[in-house]
């Protein structure tokens, strides 16, 4: 590797460390002036003239997590080793000077730009923002806009990663609640003036014992089943984003899918390795995107789940509603659980379209046993769900 | 024995006393890496092991109210000696900032505390010094050498994140690991030794929930050498029984029947 030949102005090496932080701060690290001036008072305790200690030590001192820690040899090397010009294809011939502004290495966005064309493919009319360049601020734009686009068209990283965050926050909030009543606890902030009142009797009169109480956690506990039969396919990759978010929110969330079998999802959605999880999916999803049959895969869940669900139970159902079982099984299913569970909630991707009335045969049959039938067509009506579920 | 990355984060720790924050999947050593600290440079080492619901009086420090309502019931104390060094109970950090030499302290798995905890921490460790309402502020008669490790239970907040040097731990190559079974089981035959390493290493690339840390490739090690066995291929049956110190999970133990361990064995041998 050639090394980067500096301008003459670049004298010294405090003005190369300031560009190197300047680089990686383009290149998305959180580092200032404080880390500059750390990263010439580390080569000052170094052997500053070796690479590969000099790599280490500022690898040390200025990656802040894991990812970064794994990405930075290759910051590292695009600087110092003008990596980054020769794989943007241009100086080839002779050392590029880095220039006074810090160049932004462009492999960095390889990935983020692969995105965008994928959404491009599947939503050809989305011309905006071309002209604003590789600076990150094309990418802001388009979610700006994406976020009202019905789900059908979204299926790229960015979407599945919102649908992923906005499941998170959903089921953070729906699961923090806590009791009215206070109940004695060890770090309660507030003094039991009664039980310390009574222990101190004991005690000839001295409050000695300092007893504590508080509001006492009642979790609630999600459920969630999704339809991943076929007229739910365009919507499928989306909702298992959005299902994997709900799971990974707590260890007590259950996640199930159904298209004509019921099957339990909860280990591999749980799963931190993101490839992996996708490929136990599909292996045990054989007949994703067949037929739908809602009632039978209700039955089989509160039969053999029945378990799952406790009086501080919500059950979220992710469905279009179309069904070729009767309509009078699932009305039966969603009876049977409705004893059970404490919240019955119906997530439906359609409700969202202009013109759409919930009159096919199985949601007419569901509707009673609902607490709630909210549409799930966007992002937005994903993020916006928070707010409905205060209101259950 | 530790790899470059590593010597190089705890050589800058101790020249920059900046604390240094260690990630890495469970079980490859991070919290011994702070007692090997203590023993290199003969201090103490104090450890808080955080924990959810952790507050700033279990960690930093606690007024002795029992023993206050003692003394004013028995001597009539005054509210100057009642808020006095006598009465107030220090917790780990009060503890390691006040120590004349500066000791080793480990804030071990600071993941699973609070965030609030977390916040509280953020003043310890940029400035050390901690405030007491009542007496007021106390700073750090020496700096300690700071080390808090975490396993990713959740991720922790970019303040704490920029005070710290970081540094990733992975688990070891199959020469480093030798090297510290080696060490660590002196009296071990150099085939088993090989042996073992073999096989835990190929256990960790099967997909098992949990996989197989140092601690535990060492107790199977020492299980092995206490039944006698000396090659991995010939007591079969004994050698699956002692499994039980590898795999922790019934879904594990199930993932790793006979036929694997034999394959396991035989690519290792």
């Not at chain 1, 159904?258 to 909860?266: D, G, K, P």
């Not at chain 1, 995107?289 to 669900?309: C, H, P, R, V």
């Not at chain 1, 309509?327 to 991707?349: G, T």
Request: aromatic share 6%.
């Amino acid at each position: 590797m050639k090394a980067t030949r500096f301008p003459s102005r670049a004298k010294g090496v405090a003005d190369r460390i300031t560009g190197f932080t300047g680089h990686l701060r383009m290149n998305g690290l959180p580092v200032g002036p404080s880390e500059t001036a750390d990263s010439l008072a580390a080569l000052s305790h170094i052997n500053a003239v070796s690479p590969g200690e000099v790599r280490l030590a500022l690898k040390t001192l200025l990656a802040p997590n894991m990812d970064i820690w794994n990405r930075f040899d290759d910051l590292f090397d695009s600087y110092w080793y003008n990596a980054g010009s020769k794989r943007q294809g241009k100086a080839n011939e002779h050392v590029r000077v880095q220039s006074a502004r810090p160049v932004l290495w462009q492999n960095h966005f390889e990935n983020v730009s692969r995105g965008g064309e994928n959404s491009d493919q599947s939503a050809p009319d989305s011309g905006e923002g071309d002209s604003e360049g590789m600076d990150g601020r094309l990418i802001a734009t388009k979610t700006e806009s994406l976020a009202k686009r019905d789900l059908r068209e979204l299926t790229d990283e960015e979407t599945l990663k919102e649908a992923e965050a906005a499941a998170y926050r959903l089921a953070r909030s729906i699961r923090d609640c806590h009791s009215r009543r206070r109940k004695r606890s060890n770090n309660g902030l507030q003094l039991d003036l009664r039980r310390i009142n009574r222990a101190s009797l004991a005690r000839g009169g001295e409050p000695i014992d300092l007893f504590r109480r508080e509001h006492p956690d009642r979790q609630m506990r999600i459920v969630a089943i999704s339809d991943v039969s076929g007229s739910m396919n365009v919507y499928s990759r989306v909702f298992l984003a959005f299902v994997k978010g709900l799971v990974c929110s707590d260890r007590s969330t259950e996640a199930f899918l159904f298209h004509t079998r019921l099957m339990r999802v909860t280990p591999a959605m749980r799963d931190g390795d993101s490839l992996r999880w996708a490929g136990r999916l599909s292996l045990m999803a054989d007949g994703f995107g067949g037929g739908t049959d809602i009632g039978t895969a209700l039955t089989t869940f509160s039969e053999q789940y029945g378990k799952a669900l406790t009086g501080r139970t919500m059950l979220l159902i992710l469905s279009d509603g179309y069904c070729s079982g009767t309509p009078q099984r699932l009305a039966k299913a969603l009876s049977r659980i409705r004893k059970k569970a404490r919240k019955i909630v119906w997530l439906n991707p359609l409700l969202g379209w202009k013109g759409y009335a919930p009159v096919a045969a199985a949601i007419q049959a569901a509707l009673p046993y609902l607490d709630a039938h909210l549409s799930a067509s966007t992002i937005d009506a994903l993020g916006a769900l928070e707010a409905e579920f205060s209101n259950i | 024995m530790a790899g470059e990355p590593l010597a190089m984060a705890l050589h800058l720790s101790l020249a920059l006393q900046r604390p240094l924050l260690l990630e890495g999947p469970a079980g490859v050593g991070k919290t011994e890496i702070a007692k090997a600290m203590s023993e290199v440079l003969a201090t103490r080492l104090i450890r808080l092991q955080c924990y959810e619901g952790l507050d700033s009086s279990h960690a930093i420090y606690e007024w002795n109210y029992q023993r206050q309502l003692l003394a004013i019931r028995a001597d009539g104390a005054s509210e100057d000696e009642l808020f006095g060094e006598k009465y107030l109970l220090r917790r780990p950090l009060l503890e390691a900032i006040s120590q004349e030499t500066s000791p080793v302290l480990l804030i071990d798995e600071i993941d699973r505390a609070d965030e609030e905890f977390e916040a509280f921490l953020l003043e310890v460790l940029s400035d050390f010094q901690i405030t007491i309402p009542e007496t007021g502020t106390v700073r750090a008669k020496s700096r300690p050498v700071v080390i808090l490790t975490a396993n990713g239970t959740r991720d922790l907040s970019d303040a704490l994140r920029r005070r710290c040097l970081y540094s990733y731990i992975d688990y070891p190559g199959h020469s480093e690991e030798l090297e510290i079974l080696k060490s660590r089981a002196p009296g071990l035959e150099a085939r088993l030794a090989a042996q073992i390493i073999g096989v835990v290493q190929s256990l960790r690339r099967e997909d098992l929930e949990k996989k197989p840390g140092i601690a535990e490739m060492l107790d199977w090690a020492a299980a092995l050498s206490g039944l006698g066995i000396n090659d991995l291929g010939n007591d079969r049956s004994v050698v699956q029984a002692t499994l039980v110190c590898l795999l922790k999970t019934s879904a594990d133990s199930a993932a790793v029947p006979v036929e694997v361990m034999d394959r396991l064995i035989g690519r290792a041998a």
